[in-house]
């Protein structure tokens, strides 16, 4: 066991400096990773909104987070991918930090907290371009999946320490989690050298292999309109996303209705399980899956988080929650690696980050009547039938992407599997 993970982690030597710098920016980030995992907590719980409003917020804060995507992949590729990602984190990090001042205020933290997220939402299609630009064809699953890994290694770490600090000392959640981004973005304005001269050294490599990142003119919407399989993609991602989304939204609630106050004990005692599971497992997926296409994993994630969901609500107990976990942790692997690698793959360079913020603004819409839908059907109908849409959306994107995947697969006598 242990030499099959040696030899799946061998993908990542030998990579560019600068990816190894992100990728302890990212396990840093990672480690005070907190206001997503207990957002809904700490909406009911702690500031006093009901499930119903809490996922009315929640979608608000999801939309801001669209907006900002939308405006910082057009920012990023007009200023900069680093410079975008430095401005949008740094800005966003020290209000999280303010909100900690202020973590018993039931209006001024959402307040706080849609700034902070519309300011993240900035970063992150500067984020994802960034490594893109820093890669290859032929190294990119590696460098996609490691910054990933990194920032599950922080995270196996992080939500144990929140679980146990959300009741008595919440504002910690706020301090912590700004001051990791914070910490992780001065390392990515000091250590990371991510000049044009490299970027285009890279882009020349991947013109030799595959001319769909090759730079082109017009708007993102033109770009889309060559290229209709990216968003067909997006919107059958988005579903898994949505499906991703409920381990950090409903699980949570469920694990407290079903535990009590053990529950956010149990919930940082699964992602710390989680991460876990990402560290050890995203090498031996990456390399088990470099012969496959990007749909074709991604339908496999499909299965997964299904599986996943379905059990916990078949045996509603601990220990099924872990292998339920164990599951859903393996899905997202291949749903974030996978996904970004693909998207990269497919889009030319000088639309990445439009592309990036674009795509992520699609699949945002999707999911945004998801977090209402979802407080809606567990005030309303319970969990049982909340769990039973949550699966039918995972085999909705599956049974897409094994379309989506035999379509493209008849389409590509010429193309190789790198472009997947």
């Known amino acids: 066991m242990l030499q099959q993970f040696y030899r799946a982690a061998s993908i990542y030597r030998g990579l560019p400096k600068d990816i190894y710098f992100l990728a302890i920016a990212r396990f ?8 997503f995992l207990f957002l809904m907590l700490l909406l009911t719980e702690k500031l006093g909104y009901s499930t119903t409003a809490a996922g009315a917020l929640a979608t608000g804060l999801t939309g801001i987070i669209l907006a900002g995507n939308f405006v910082g992949g057009k920012l990023a590729d007009m200023y900069g991918h680093k410079r975008v990602l430095v401005a949008g984190e740094l ?51 590696a460098m996609m999946s490691l910054s990933y890994l990194a920032f599950n290694l922080g995270s196996a770490v992080g939500p144990l320490i929140a679980g146990y600090l959300f009741w008595n000392y919440t504002r910690w959640i706020f301090f912590a989690n700004g001051l990791a981004v914070l910490t992780g973005i001065i390392i990515v304005m000091f250590f990371i050298h991510a000049t044009s001269e490299t ?21 993102v919407w033109s770009v889309l309109k060559d290229r209709p399989r990216i968003p067909v993609f997006a919107l059958l991602t988005g579903f898994l996303w949505f499906a991703q989304n409920q381990m950090t939204v409903a699980n949570p609630l469920y694990l407290n209705y079903l535990f009590g106050t053990d529950g956010p004990v149990i919930l940082g005692q699964l992602m710390a399980f989680a991460c876990v599971i990402v560290v050890f497992g995203t090498p031996v997926l990456i390399k ?55 998207l990269a793959n497919q889009s030319p360079a000088s639309h990445r980050g439009r592309i990036q913020g674009t795509m992520a603004t699609m699949q945002g819409i999707l999911r945004m009547p998801g977090f209402v839908l979802t407080g809606w059907l567990i005030d309303h109908y319970g969990y049982h039938l909340m769990w039973s849409v949550v699966i039918f959306c995972c085999l909705s994107a599956t049974a897409g992407l094994l379309t989506l995947d035999r379509q493209q697969n008849r389409q590509r006598p010429k193309t190789t599997l790198l472009s997947q």
């Open 91 to 141: 800005t966003g990090s020290i209000i999280l930090i303010i909100c900690g001042f202020y973590s018993d205020a039931p209006v001024l933290v959402p307040v706080l907290l849609f700034m902070t997220f519309f300011l993240f939402g900035i970063a992150f299609p500067a984020s994802t371009a960034l490594v893109a630009d820093l890669s290859t064809p032929k190294n990119r699953d």
């Open 288 to 342: 088990l899956t470099q012969s496959k296409t990007g749909p074709f994993s991604l339908a496999l994630s499909g299965v997964l988080f299904g599986l996943g969901y379905a059990l916990i609500v078949w045996q509603p107990t601990v220990p099924a929650h872990y292998l339920a976990w164990l599951l859903m942790a393996a899905g997202e692997i291949l749903l974030v690696t996978k996904e970004a690698v693909y």
């Open 28 to 35: 840093i980030v990672g480690m005070g990773s907190f206001i």
């Open 199 to 219: 970027t285009q050294e890279n882009q020349d490599e991947a013109d030799e292999s595959d001319s769909l990142e090759k730079p082109v003119s017009g708007s």
